[in-house]
C-alpha cells in the first residue's frame, strides 16, 4: 500500500526533551496519522551506552572498542531498519541484508513491526478518489549532534521520495543536565558538556537539504502549543512535498560527466598558471634585475613547471583536495585568492614558502606552483 510518508529527525542535548516532544506530537496525531516513535535510547541497551560523545572517531580512552563497535552496529541495525519500514510502505521488496551485523539487533524487527502496523490498519488521511490512503511519521529521536548523522536519514528520504525535516531542541547546558539528572539512567555528566561543544543545530542558509527545519528555542519561554503547531504545520508541508530522487546516471553519462569535470578544472588550472606565470614575468621585467637572457630562460622554467602540473593534474598524480568550493561561499571572503601572483619571484631561499590557505581551486594551484618552483630552486642551490 503506497503511503505519504514523512522523516522527522529529532536533535539536541540529553535532557532537551526530545522524547517527551516525540510521545506529544505522537498523541496528538492519533486522529491524523501512523506514528513509529524511533527511540534510540529505548533501543540501544544500557550497557553499551558510551561515555562520550566519538561516534566518528572510534577511539576510546578505556579501551572499550569493543563497547564502540557494538554501540555502531546497533545504529547501523535502527538506520537499516528505517529503511525496512520504507520500503515496506512504499510496497517495495525486502532487500537481501548482508551486513556482518544483522545479529545485534535480533528483535528490533518485532520492536518496529510491534508500532508500525501502519499497513493494516484503516488509512488515515483520505484521498480524492475515497480510498483510504495511510499516511506515516517516522519520529527520529536521539541527540544527532553530528549534521553528518542527520545526512543519513536525509539520504534515506531522498532515497525513497518521502519528506524530510528536522526539529533542533535548544535548551542551556545547565537546564539539560538538570534533566538530565532526573532521569532513569542519566548520561554522564561530563559527555553532556562534551557534546554541547559539538553540537551542529540545523544551517539552511548553509546546507540547503535541512531548509525543513525548525528551531525550538526552550531558551525564550517559547509557547509549548505553539511549538506543537508549527511542528506539525513543518511535518504536513515536508510531507506534502517529498525530496526527490536524484535520478540514476548510465555508466556512459556517468564517464561523460567526469571527463567534462576534469577538462573544466585542466582549463581553470591551466588560465590560472598562464596568469601566474604572466605576472611573474612582468614583475621581473619591472625589477630590471634581469637581462634579456635571464628573462628567457626564467620563462622557460615557468612554463615547463606549468606544463609538468597539468601533466600531473590529467594523469591524476595530483588530487585535488576537498576545498570548499571552487569559489568562495556567499558572504564569506576568498581566502587564499591570489589577483597576483608577483609575490612569487622573491625565491632567494626555498625555506621561504608562503602558505597559501587552501579554500578554493587557485589557491591550491598557486600553492602547487610555488612549491614547485620552490624545489626547483632548492635543487639548482644544491
Known amino acids: 500500500m503506497a503511503s505519504r510518508l514523512c522523516l522527522l529527525v529529532l536533535s539536541g542535548l540529553p535532557g532537551s526533551g526530545k522524547t517527551s516532544l516525540a510521545r506529544k506530537l505522537q498523541e496528538?496525531?492519533?486522529?491524523?496519522?501512523?506514528?513509529?516513535?524511533?527511540?534510540?535510547?529505548?533501543?540501544?541497551?544500557?550497557?553499551?551506552?558510551?561515555?562520550?560523545?566519538?561516534?566518528?572517531?572510534?577511539?576510546d580512552n578505556n579501551g572499550d572498542q569493543q563497547a564502540i563497535s557494538l554501540w555502531k552496529q546497533h545504529r547501523r541495525a535502527i538506520h537499516r531498519n528505517v529503511e525496512k519500514?520504507?520500503?515496506?510502505?512504499?510496497?517495495?521488496?525486502?532487500?537481501?541484508?548482508?551486513?556482518?551485523?544483522?545479529?545485534?539487533?535480533?528483535?528490533?524487527?518485532?520492536?518496529?513491526?510491534?508500532?508500525?502496523?501502519?499497513a493494516e490498519r484503516n488509512g488515515r488521511g483520505g484521498d480524492n478518489n475515497g480510498e483510504r490512503q495511510s499516511s506515516l511519521a517516522v519520529i527520529i529521536d536521539d541527540n544527532m549532534y553530528y549534521r553528518s548523522m542527520r545526512y543519513q536519514y536525509y539520504?534515506?528520504?531522498r532515497k525513497y521520495t518521502v519528506g524530510f525535516c528536522e526539529v533542533f531542541l535548544h535548551c542551556d547546558?545547565?537546564?539539560?543536565?538538570?534533566?538530565?539528572?532526573?532521569?532513569?539512567?542519566?548520561?554522564?555528566?561530563?559527555?553532556?558538556?562534551?557534546?554541547?561543544?559539538?553540537?551542529?543545530?540545523?544551517?539552511?542558509?548553509?546546507?540547503?537539504?535541512?531548509?525543513?527545519?525548525?528551531?525550538?528555542?526552550?531558551?525564550?519561554?517559547?509557547?509549548?502549543?505553539?511549538?506543537?503547531?508549527?511542528?506539525?504545520?513543518l511535518v504536513a508541508v515536508a510531507?506534502?512535498?517529498?525530496?526527490?530522487?536524484?535520478?540514476?546516471?548510465?555508466?556512459?553519462?556517468?564517464?561523460?560527466?567526469?571527463?567534462?569535470?576534469?577538462?573544466?578544472?585542466?582549463?581553470?588550472?591551466d588560465q590560472i598558471l598562464r596568469k601566474c606565470i604572466s605576472d611573474v614575468m612582468g614583475s621581473a621585467k619591472a625589477d630590471n634585475r634581469m637581462g634579456k637572457a635571464e628573462l628567457k630562460v626564467l620563462g622557460r622554467q615557468l612554463n615547463k613547471i606549468r606544463a609538468?602540473?597539468?601533466?600531473?593534474?590529467?594523469?591524476?598524480?595530483?588530487?585535488?583536495?576537498?576545498?570548499?568550493?571552487?569559489?568562495?561561499?556567499?558572504?564569506?571572503?576568498?581566502?587564499?585568492?591570489?589577483?597576483?601572483?608577483?609575490?612569487?619571484?622573491?625565491?632567494?631561499?626555498?625555506?621561504?614558502?608562503?602558505?597559501?590557505e587552501?579554500?578554493?581551486?587557485?589557491?591550491?594551484?598557486?600553492?602547487?606552483?610555488?612549491e614547485r618552483r620552490a624545489a626547483n630552486t632548492g635543487n639548482k642551490a644544491t
Not at 538530565?180 to 546546507?207: C, F, Y
Not at 548510465?250 to 567526469?258: G, N, Q, V
Not at 581566502?335 to 626555498?350: I, K, R
Request: charged share 30%; hydrophobic share 35%.
Open 85 to 118: 519500514l520504507l520500503r515496506k510502505s512504499k510496497s517495495l521488496p525486502e532487500v537481501e541484508n548482508n551486513s556482518t551485523d544483522h545479529d545485534v539487533l535480533p528483535d528490533l524487527d518485532a520492536k518496529f513491526l510491534k508500532c508500525a502496523k501502519f
Open 173 to 233: 547546558v545547565e537546564t539539560a543536565l538538570q534533566r538530565n539528572m532526573e532521569r532513569r539512567s542519566p548520561v554522564a555528566r561530563e559527555t553532556v558538556i562534551a557534546m554541547a561543544t559539538k553540537m551542529e543545530p540545523p544551517n539552511p542558509h548553509r546546507h540547503t537539504w535541512e531548509v525543513m527545519s525548525f528551531i525550538y528555542d526552550q531558551t525564550t519561554g517559547t509557547d509549548e502549543e505553539a511549538a506543537l503547531e508549527e511542528i506539525r504545520e
Open 239 to 269: 510531507t506534502a512535498n517529498p525530496v526527490l530522487a536524484i535520478p540514476e546516471e548510465s555508466m556512459e553519462e556517468k564517464e561523460h560527466s567526469r571527463l567534462v569535470c576534469s577538462m573544466n578544472v585542466l582549463h581553470q588550472a
Open 308 to 356: 609538468e602540473l597539468l601533466d600531473d593534474l590529467k594523469h591524476q598524480k595530483l588530487q585535488l583536495p576537498p576545498v570548499e568550493s571552487v569559489g568562495p561561499q556567499p558572504g564569506e571572503e576568498q581566502e587564499g585568492h591570489m589577483s597576483s601572483c608577483s609575490s612569487l619571484t622573491d625565491m632567494d631561499s626555498p625555506t621561504e614558502v608562503e602558505v597559501i
Open 155 to 157: 539520504q534515506l528520504a
Open 28 to 59: 496528538s496525531w492519533q486522529a491524523e496519522l501512523a506514528v513509529v516513535h524511533v527511540c534510540f535510547d529505548e533501543l540501544i541497551p544500557e550497557d553499551l551506552k558510551l561515555e562520550r560523545p566519538e561516534e566518528d572517531e572510534g577511539e
Open 358 to 370: 587552501v579554500k578554493t581551486l587557485e589557491g591550491y594551484i598557486l600553492r602547487l606552483f610555488r
